[in-house]
């Protein structure tokens, strides 16, 4: 998209700040002018006093869509560097580029007056009824020395701003001051119209590094129609898709008609959701050892979605103990099996009704699986770790049981389903053939199940991830007194042997990886997910033609794994991410080699 007209004079500001966030202005060539207040100017002088709020506490006005800030940019520009491994261009993060790109973008005679060690901030409004809608405040080193570092078209009390003057892109800069805070403002009427907010906004307190929070409510408000009508306008396009081969092609990225149903509900969810939210707030942060990345959504007091947020909380994750410690990559996750039972049955209806092709799934078989996972502890994990055979990797998992009979009645259901005409058939147009075996084989009492699915598709069209692909469709999964057991491929017996046996390894949970990922989670952790992407990259055997085991046969092995949780904290569920360093910079190498291939 051109985006010319974008927010660049009087600001790109904050460069790496807004960069970092993604966030952007709206477009338009036209600046609309509000009548500025008359006397807003007057806001030059010193404010009164205003309690410190945590910013992301704020209420925002009806038409501010977004706002946040940083209290000391400078200092993040000065560590992002050190922890991006190369990915981010020095010249992106370095303060002083960064005060004379501002510089340069207001005009200032001197980038001296600008102090980004001091806290800065921004609010984004309505671009439909506001052209310009971004604000920016910035630090300064005084008020007088920001008046004296304007250029000399500057214009004194215009349309009720202190200043204005022409700026990058010959655009109308308005310039007003809280205290010695500079704010600017390519909208005439912004400062006057949001003066008191703005002063909240500059008198909040950050808990660290960057915050921006997005109100759901005033966008849902400004913009519900839109949004109703994108909604309208993808279940329509899903529709054509389906229309265009009703049967859907058997490739992955095909639509049967019957699955249209199916997407559609999602997609209804999906926007309840979103209407029940009350904000999301996004927190980034850079320490001496990586970088945080937080996404927060917010729910409204009292509704479905809140209930459902708090269904989900910390439990426990005990189960990486008993898988390898030398693991490059697990994920795990623990759900009360009765409390979030509703969640789990929707889920479990989607997954089947989609993973057919949108045959009718029978209310028995939904149930069965239902059943399965509240005879569960609710907790699961699965570990990529070195194969038992030596050759490449293997993808194990583990799931608690606390009702092994049960567990096993539902599996035997289960397999009848594979044989029911109309499932066989969803199966069928979609190119696959499913082989499944309630009662395969035993490993002393633990009663293994397999599942073998053949692909019309020939694995060698797949190119060198055809052998991966080819394990990944054959599945053992063991039934013991407490425990579940899965591996993946035609070794998963040996795998199963090995884990049950107490042969494959365990510690995960000691793994300096897990031990940082666990620290780093997310409030109230329910879910983990960690891995080291070169040690993935150089441990898959494709078939023994992995191009990347000889490039990285010397790497060390990683201390530390790129890591995504998610928790919830007072109806609050949180999402993040943790990118150490040693990660920045293995994911910077393992590009460079890519890219060389």
């Known amino acids: 998209m051109h985006c010319e007209r974008s927010y660049r004079s009087p600001i790109r500001f904050l460069l790496f700040l807004l960069a970092l966030l993604g966030l952007t202005a709206g477009c338009d060539d036209t600046a609309k002018k509000q009548p500025g207040a008359k006397g807003s100017a007057s806001a030059a002088k010193p404010t009164a006093p205003v309690a410190a709020k945590q910013l992301i506490d704020l209420k925002a006005p009806a038409n501010v869509i977004a706002f ?3 209290d000391n940019l400078q200092q993040i520009l000065g560590k992002a560097q050190g922890v991006s491994g190369g990915l981010i261009p020095p010249d992106a993060v370095s303060p002083a580029v960064a005060a004379a790109g ?3 973008m207001l005009k200032l005679t001197t980038a001296e007056a600008i102090d980004l060690a001091k806290p800065a901030r921004f609010i984004v409004v309505d671009p439909k009824k506001h052209p ?5 405040v910035i630090g300064t080193k005084g008020k007088d020395k920001l008046i004296a570092a304007l250029p000399a078209d500057k214009k004194k009390d215009d349309g009720g701003n202190a200043f204005s003057w022409k700026a990058e892109g010959n655009k109308t800069a ?4 809280i205290d010695d805070t500079a704010v600017i403002s390519s909208d005439s009427g912004s400062f006057a119209a949001h003066q008191t907010f703005l002063t909240e906004l500059v008198h909040t307190k950050l808990p660290g590094g960057i915050t921006v929070v997005g109100s759901v409510v005033n966008m849902v408000t400004l913009y519900g129609t839109e949004i109703d009508q994108g909604l309208q306008q993808a279940k329509a396009g899903l529709e054509q898709i389906a229309k265009r081969d009703p049967a859907g092609p058997a490739g992955p990225a095909g639509i049967k008609a019957g699955q249209v149903e199916g997407f559609n509900a999602m997609l209804d969810w999906a926007a309840a959701t979103v209407k029940d939210l009350e904000k999301v707030v996004i927190e980034t942060d850079l320490s001496a050892d990586g970088g945080l990345l937080s996404l927060q959504l917010h729910p409204k007091k009292g509704t479905e979605v809140e209930k459902t947020f708090k269904m989900l909380g910390k439990r426990p994750l005990t189960l990486l103990s008993k898988l390898p410690a030398n693991s490059s990559a697990f994920f795990g996750g623990s759900l009360d099996p009765d409390g979030a039972s509703e969640l789990t049955r929707r889920l479990v209806t989607w997954s089947l009704t989609m993973g057919i092709g949108g045959a009718e799934v029978p209310e028995k078989y939904i149930t069965a699986m239902s059943d399965y996972w509240k005879a569960t502890t609710g907790e699961f994990v699965v570990a990529v770790h070195p194969a038992v055979d030596g050759k490449g990797l293997a993808l194990t998992g583990l799931m ?24 066989a058939k969803g199966y069928k147009e ?3 053939t499913m082989n499944f075996k309630p009662e395969a084989y035993k490993i002393g009492d633990v009663t293994v199940a397999t599942m073998q699915v053949k692909m019309a598709q020939p694995m060698a069209e797949l190119g060198p991830v055809g052998p991966m692909i080819q ?3 054959t599945t053992h999964t063991g039934t013991g007194k407490d425990m579940g057991y899965v591996a993946y491929g035609k070794d998963g017996k040996a795998t199963l042997e090995a884990l049950i046996g107490g042969k494959l390894g365990s510690g995960l949970d000691k793994a300096p990886a897990t031990v940082r990922a666990l620290k780093h989670a997310a409030p109230n952790a329910f879910f983990l997910m960690c891995g080291a992407p070169l040690d993935i990259a150089k441990g898959i055997d494709l078939g023994g033609k992995n191009p990347l085991v000889a490039k990285l046969a010397d790497a060390p092995a990683s201390k530390t794994g790129l890591c995504f949780s998610a928790g919830q904290k007072d109806g609050v569920i949180h999402l993040t991410t943790d990118v150490p360093g040693e990660q920045a ?7 460079a080699l890519v890219q060389q291939l």
């Not at 049981?401 to 389903?417: G, N, P, Q, V, Y």
């Open 68 to 70: 946040g800030g940083v």
């Open 102 to 104: 501002l510089q340069g």
């Open 132 to 136: 310009e809608p971004l604000t920016i």
């Open 174 to 177: 308005y310039l007003n001051f």
């Open 400 to 423: 608690g049981l606390r009702d092994a009979e049960k567990a096993r009645s539902m599996m035997k259901l289960l397999a009848e389903m594979y044989q029911d005409p109309a499932i």
């Open 430 to 432: 979609l190119g696959l």
């Open 471 to 473: 394990d990944l469709l």
């Open 585 to 591: 910079k293995a994911i910077a190498q393992l590009v």
